[in-house]
């Protein structure tokens, strides 16, 4: 694998995890979002990532070890497959002095789990720190090799 491969894997991924965390901020932001422009409680938003190499892992290894190049394994890293909408229904609490209560006196909040969101959060910053060290990694390597070459 070349610097160039290993550069566009971790910018990849770096691009996704920051999808990722953009989307975790706006389901936090908007926990409380009652009444949306259609007149709904806000729901969650999940970014859903796949791999951008459809070649299974065991003939990716093999024609890897074959060196064939990488004009045969160009197509690697994560993307952005959707931002899926969560369709399951938000807690549903008595308020009849709220002003977004409905005829019989019950506001629907968000299907918006703080605890959930925090959680991926975490995880999303996590991977994100993880590829930071790969790019940081990837040109430490390249800087020893024009060091040795120099």
Known sequence: MSFWSSLRISSSALFAQRLRLDTISNNVANAETTKTEDGKPYQRKDVVLTANNKVPFLANLMLTNRSIGEKALNLQGVKVAEIRTDTNPGETVYEPTN????????????????????????????????????VDAAKTMANKAIEIGG
């Open 99 to 134: 002003p977004d209560a409905d005829e019989n006196g019950y506001v629907t909040y968000p299907n918006v789990n703080l605890t959930v969101e925090m959680t991926n959060m975490l995880s999303a910053t996590r991977s994100y720190e993880a590829n930071l060290a790969m």
